[in-house]
């Protein structure tokens, strides 16, 4: 296992058998071990691009929208949203939804793919499990501000006091608070098992003072004994195996938020998996994104290649249709149902005042992703990113059209409004980018991105006995 | 491609001809006896004969669905572990195309089993009126033929095309499959969802539930994967397969059972709790026919025996690993699975309790025998394991830390 073996799998063994059975290698490039290490950690001990340093400053720019936003609500109540009677929930559950949704995908590559001994996770796995708490981070503004009288956000949870005062234990609302928590906790800690090796190697080749201090506090002591690996390993299994149920539990719950009342539009059994497949649509789709600009910015083609790509692409169109095939089955089953309510329900969401956003919704989610049945558009950059950013919106507008259609035509037909957002609504959105951005190139600059040890397992060097078929080349580790 | 010959040299290619004449003429009688005792028990009570035949018809017909995505999202996935597996799923899926025939039957007593809505009453249901674009007879025999054609194309291909690279050595065909999968998946996932729309939700015409085609879906992955369970552990028993399928392999398809078993609770789980919680009577009655008399005890059988036990005796290693504990809990699971569809179906015949009947037996007997002469049929004349499949090495050698 020489330190210098080229990670490069002989070129003619890609023949066509490879081409036909997808077998390019997981990591391509030049890179052996060492300059792997070079490059992954040369990205946090050296200076960053200028670039970075602009967009870290346009994030701050957002961040400090969101930060005069949430002062403003403190200050005034939510009265300064678009909400009203009718629509008491918009923009801010919306948003909440939002966030939620884009952190599943964080789990499902570094939980869930591990489980299914899917070895191409390692090149993203890091960084995507970085955008799931930064994404349940951005998630957990909204319940609180929503309360308008933040000060008693402890009332969320169920904290014995003199009064006797509970929160009711049969909302859903309520079993989000244990289960968004739960879920940011469990990721947090699987995040940091992970880095520990890694934070190692930077601690091992910083040459600062402060450097080795910082990050030899936080890899705890690890000197890459045989029995710290087993201990690492084990700990990793025992959190893949945690995570993959809680994953789904979170969006199922946030679905429940919605499914166990009666409002027509909101009640349906399918919630559950379809907010789940929801969520992993919308975070791959976000993983999508940020990668395309990471690997770019930091030159990391040889590690997050086209295939990587292109495989978050097919789990974008599978999950894309799972979504579509939810969207017939709600609409199949309102018309079956011969529910006067439930046909009105649907029959609104489409031809409504809000068709607009409905339709929106359709072609993103459903029908700009059926682009990636085809190869040259999944391994096209631009595509990609142009219908990564399609998906967001539209996952957006999901939720937007379940929440606001559903609620603006009330039983009573008096009642019956149209919502428009304000600019507070708007401001408290787009100022949680900032907050997103902001954690993650601090993310990007100050930790290791790509998961170093797991990536150099599955590199070609990593295989000293060379195997004889390609097939077995990157998957020996 | 020749290498792997030494590699595999343990295993056995295809089933000695004596065994297998054995396994086909058992199967054989066991399928005679079945489709007399449903035709004597058609005789008998035709009616309820009718609901007993349909459960009996669905076990089947779902045990082949579960078969046929497991092939098909093998291939999707580009999986490496499972090229013995998916032979074995193939074989199942294999009763697709005489679940076309297994369905007359069904056809025929159509009119009883969905008296509510195909008989004359439905002229003054307001609400089956509305319905009847959908709900009536003649859409209703057109998408049956639509499902079990499309069914029977899709598996008859997938075993066609596996079984010519057995002869070819070839591993184009794998391309070939994995290009045919994701289309398949798509055929797969409606004419599934709509079909237990048509045989199993509408013999109660007013009550609707979106999730209940994926509830249907869980059921059949959780039966299919129990039996290939099955047969994987009865070919190790036997000896004959070694290599490219061992006990890690064993091990990962109870852990693919066990994933199941908990997904099967999630949905039946999800759609309960929000009909529950949201207490409107069109739908709650559903669960209201389930809890009253005996019923209770067969929901109640289906909460532990379909999720608590196979879930606590699988969440161990050594329970996947186990040959015995394994194999019991996939017997237990298939039976459970029969326990489902009956507790779908029955509760339509047996209102305020639950009553056996030999009847029933029967019902399953008949399908169940034709199903299994039709699987010893498939086993018999196909070799055991995929014998060019460019992954058996790999196979033979992944193994769970």
């Known amino acids: 296992m020489s330190a210098t073996a080229p990670l490069q799998v002989d070129p003619p063994r890609l023949s066509d058998r490879a081409a036909l059975l997808d077998e390019a290698p997981l990591v391509q490039g030049k890179d052996d071990f060492r300059s792997l290490t070079d490059k992954i950690s040369g990205i946090v001990l050296t200076k960053p691009p200028s670039g970075w340093l602009i967009l870290f400053c346009l994030a701050i720019s957002l961040l400090l929208v969101l930060g005069g936003s949430l002062v403003h609500l403190v200050g005034k109540g939510i009265g300064i949203w678009g909400l009203n009677t009718t629509v008491n929930w918009a923009w801010d559950i919306t948003g909440f939804v939002f966030w939620v949704g884009i952190g599943h995908a964080g789990t499902l590559i570094s939980a869930i793919l591990f489980l299914f001994r899917q070895k191409w996770r390692t090149s993203i796995n890091r960084a995507a499990e970085a955008m799931t708490i930064f994404a349940v981070a951005c998630a957990a503004i909204y319940p609180v501000a929503h309360l308008g009288r933040i000060w008693f956000a402890h009332w969320l949870f169920p904290i014995p006091n003199q009064m006797s005062i509970w929160p009711n234990f049969k909302s859903p609302l309520l079993w989000d608070v244990f289960a968004v928590s739960t879920y940011a906790t469990v990721s947090a800690l699987f995040w940091f098992v992970g880095l520990i090796p890694d934070l190692a190697t930077i601690r091992d080749r910083a040459t600062s003072r402060t450097k080795q201090i910082v990050f030899g506090i936080l890899c705890l002591g690890w000197r890459g004994s045989h029995r710290h690996w087993l201990h690492y390993e084990r700990a990793y299994l025992i959190f893949a195996g945690l995570s993959t149920p809680l994953v789904l539990s979170v969006h199922t719950i946030v679905s429940f938020d919605f499914a166990v009342s009666i409002v027509p539009g909101w009640h349906t059994t399918i919630f559950p998996p379809y907010f789940v497949a929801g969520a992993i649509f919308s975070g791959f789709a976000m993983v999508v994104t940020l990668m395309v600009f990471a690997r770019k910015a930091f030159g990391l083609e040889g590690l997050i290649t086209t295939r990587h790509l292109e495989n978050m692409n097919k789990v974008i169109v599978a999950t894309g249709t799972m979504v579509g095939y939810a969207y017939a089955m709600e609409l199949f089953i309102a018309w079956y149902s011969g529910n006067g309510y439930e046909r009105f329900a649907f029959a609104n969401r489409i031809l409504g005042p809000y068709s607009w956003a409905y339709w929106t919704m359709v072609s993103c989610n459903v029908i700009f992703p059926q682009l990636f049945w085809f190869k040259k558009v999944r391994t096209s950059i631009p595509a990609m990113f142009v219908i990564s950013i399609l998906v967001n919106i539209g996952m957006w507008f999901e939720r937007f059209v379940i929440i606001v259609t559903s609620l603006h035509r009330d039983f009573l037909p008096s009642s019956w409004t149209y919502f428009r957002p304000s600019i507070w609504d708007m401001s408290t959105f787009f100022g949680s980018f900032g907050l997103f951005f902001t954690l993650f190139l601090l993310f990007v600059r100050y930790l290791p991105m790509v998961a170093l040890s797991e990536v150099k397992a599955i590199t070609a060097a990593a295989d000293p006995h060379g195997s004889h078929s390609n097939d077995e080349a990157h998957h020996a580790a | ?401």
């Open chain 2, 1 to 401: 491609m020749k290498s792997h010959g030494s590699a595999l040299a343990e295993d056995t290619k295809v089933l000695d001809r004596a065994v297998a004449k054995r396994l086909v003429s058992r199967s054989m009688v066991l399928a005679i006896a079945g489709v007399a005792l449903s035709a004597l028990a058609a005789v008998v009570d035709t009616k309820r004969f009718a609901f007993s035949y349909l459960t009996g018809f669905t076990w089947v017909v779902t045990i082949g669905l579960g078969a046929l995505f497991f092939v098909i999202i093998q291939h999707l996935t580009r999986a490496r572990w499972s090229a013995a597996a998916r032979r074995h799923m193939e074989w199942m899926s294999g009763v697709l195309p005489a679940c076309a025939v297994l369905f007359l039957p069904v056809a025929v007593l159509a009119h009883d089993i969905y008296h509510h809505w195909m008989g004359p009453q439905a002229a003054n249901d307001h609400l089956l009126q509305q319905k009847a674009p959908y709900l009536n007879p003649t859409f209703f025999y057109i998408r049956a033929g639509v499902f079990l054609a499309a069914w029977a194309a899709l598996s008859l291909w997938f075993i066609k095309t596996s079984r010519a690279q057995d002869e070819s050595a070839d591993f184009r065909p794998t391309a070939k499959m994995r290009a045919g999968s994701a289309p398949a998946v798509i055929v797969f996932a409606l004419t599934i969802s709509f079909a237990s729309f048509d045989w199993l939700m509408s013999i109660d015409p007013h009550w609707y539930s979106t999730i209940f085609g994926v509830y249907v879906f869980a059921g059949a992955a959780t039966s299919s994967l129990s039996a290939l369970a099955l047969i994987t552990i009865a070919l190790h028993k036997a000896g004959l397969l070694r290599k490219v399928s061992n006990v890690e392999r064993q091990h990962d398809i109870g852990k693919l059972l066990f994933g199941f078993t908990i997904f099967w609770a999630y949905i039946a789980f999800s759609q309960f709790l929000l009909i529950w919680y949201a207490n409107i009577p069109e739908e709650t009655i559903f669960y209201r026919h389930r809890w009253e008399g005996s019923w209770k005890v067969v929901s109640l059988a289906l909460l532990f025996g379909h999720f608590v036990v196979p879930f606590l005796v699988l969440l161990s290693r050594h329970a996947k690993r186990s040959p015995l504990v394994l194999g019991a809990a996939s017997v237990l699971l298939l039976v459970m699975h029969y326990v489902d569809l009956y507790w779908l179906v029955m509760p339509n015949v047996d209102h305020h309790g639950a009553h056996l009947s030999w009847i029933d037996l029967a019902g399953l007997l008949g399908p169940l025998g034709v199903g299994a002469w039709v699987l010893s049929l498939q086993a018999a004349k196909s070799p055991l394991y995929p014998l060019n499949d460019p992954h058996l090495a790999e196979a033979a050698r992944i193994d769970n830390p």
